[in-house]
């Protein structure tokens, strides 16, 4: 049964400062997602990593992908409140049973 | 971008009585579509995925008499849930999942509606 576990599952930090979301997940995967979602809303895609030692980045958020440790990262450079938020990863199995597992979410509170 | 609209965004009802909820996707074509539950700070649910003309297939523990879901078409999935009990008050999300080969460039990417907030009451 694929797992995703993400740590930590709760992060208060200054702005200006820098941190890292990890995200293990407990199989082979196709491929491994980020999200955003602020409260009361959908989900907000932010990354998508489809190979080992995939990097993205977007502003002052840059994912990565190590499929031999099955370990994704999300880093936060010079965190703004505005990224203030909850952080998913989630892994596909699309060539097995066709699902996205995800793990729990990490929630960012970033104090101005 | 791919666009997927959720229709209603917020209901509430009565116990007892049923509620249906509208997945779309508005420009292009899912052959396939996911259905989760979400309560209040916590991770995706996974309910069922459907699959355009077929039965969806539920995960465990999702009872697939009270939750009915249909994909009629490529654009549109229903879940109806029937004889609702307040413990079926959540946040429900659908997703989209684009059809076509990866090979082709096409992303098998999944997009996600706004989500339909139940209230049971």
């Known amino acids: 049964e694929l797992k995703v576990e993400q740590n930590p599952l709760f992060l208060s930090m200054q702005e200006g400062k820098n941190y890292t979301i990890y995200c293990n997940y407990s199989t082979t995967s196709d491929r491994l997602y980020w999200y955003r979602q602020d409260p009361g809303k959908s989900l907000e895609s932010l990354f998508v990593l489809l190979s080992n030692g995939a990097v993205k980045q977007e502003g002052r958020l840059m994912a990565s992908l190590d499929t031999k440790a099955r370990l994704s990262t999300l880093h936060i450079t010079a965190a703004v409140h505005d990224l203030s938020a909850t952080y998913f990863c989630?892994?596909?199995?699309?060539?097995?049973?066709?699902?996205?597992?995800f793990g729990k979410g990490t929630r960012l509170h970033i104090l101005p | 971008g791919a666009v997927v609209s959720q229709h209603p965004s917020r209901v509430i009802c009565k116990s007892g009585t049923s509620v249906k909820i509208e997945c779309r996707s508005l420009?292009?074509?899912?052959?396939?579509m996911f259905w989760y539950r979400q309560f209040p700070k916590k991770s995706l649910m996974l309910m069922a995925t459907?699959?355009?003309?077929?039965?969806?297939?539920?995960e465990q523990g999702v009872e697939k008499d009270k939750f009915l879901i249909n994909h009629a078409s490529l654009t549109l999935s229903t879940l109806t849930v029937t004889s609702a009990h307040p413990e079926d008050s959540s946040f429900y999300i659908c997703?989209?999942?684009?059809?076509?080969?990866?090979?082709?460039?096409?992303?098998?990417?999944?997009?996600f509606g706004p989500g339909t907030r139940l209230t049971v009451t």
């Open positions: 459907s699959n355009e003309g077929s039965k969806a297939t539920y």
């Open positions: 997703s989209a999942r684009t059809s076509g080969s990866f090979l082709m460039g096409l992303s098998y990417e999944q997009y």
């Open positions: 420009d292009f074509q899912a052959t396939t």
């Open positions: 989630a892994v596909d199995t699309l060539n097995r049973d066709d699902k996205i597992i």
